[in-house]
């Protein structure tokens, strides 16, 4: 059974399987790519591999851009600069949303599962018994460090709002008209 699976699999390299065989109409080669846990040095590598073996792929985040890896910053950074390609949620970027909505009830659970390497990525240090102070470092820096920069006119009692929107964009996808075009 899973040889037959593992037959409709085509290897390009070390890093890169296609499926193929597929029970699906495709009109297009679609990758998908899921955890990508703050690795954003091996992204774009895959992400150039993918695209020089298949120049007209469609790319597809499937979440996880962040924590554990020392370079989330970085990942966002990479996704916010390729808006053809499509971002859904994963379940740390929503960890990462709830603390900066709710830090005191919900910061401990995201730093505990990666969070602490996010927020190091942008240069923030803090203490875990401080989490609304470690939540507005976090949110000034990741505006004032992303090509956006701080909104005139925004609070720091308005950080979680203008953070999600923010990365609304590559958590969403960037319009509807590209998810008809995938």
């Known amino acids: 059974m899973l040889g037959k699976i593992f037959k409709r699999f085509r290897k390009i390299d070390d890093d890169i399987i296609i499926a193929h065989a597929s029970p699906l109409a495709v009109p297009t080669l679609i990758g998908v790519v899921g955890d990508v846990h703050g690795c954003a ?6 992400i150039d591999k993918l695209r020089d073996s298949h120049p007209d792929i469609k790319l597809l985040f499937v ?3 962040i924590d554990r890896g020392e370079e989330s910053r970085q990942v966002i950074e990479l996704l916010m600069g390729m808006p ?7 379940n740390h970027e929503r960890m990462c949303l709830d603390f900066l909505a709710e830090p ?17 990525s942008y240069g923030v ?23 956006t ?5 925004h609070s720091t009692q308005n950080l979680e709002i ?3 929107s923010m990365l609304a964009p590559i958590l969403r996808g960037r319009s509807k008209n590209r998810e008809k075009s995938l």
């Open 149 to 153: 920069g701080w909104p005139s006119g």
């Open 41 to 46: 040095t091996l992204a774009a590598k895959l």
């Open 125 to 147: 240090t803090g203490s875990q018994t401080e989490l609304t102070k470690m939540r507005d470092a976090l949110a000034l820096a990741m505006a004032t460090k992303s090509s």
């Open 63 to 65: 979440g996880d851009y």
């Open 84 to 90: 053809e390609v499509t971002c859904l949620m994963g």
């Open 162 to 164: 203008y953070m999600l």
């Open 104 to 120: 005191e009830e919900r910061g401990g659970r995201w730093l505990r599962n990666g969070g602490l390497q996010t927020v190091a």
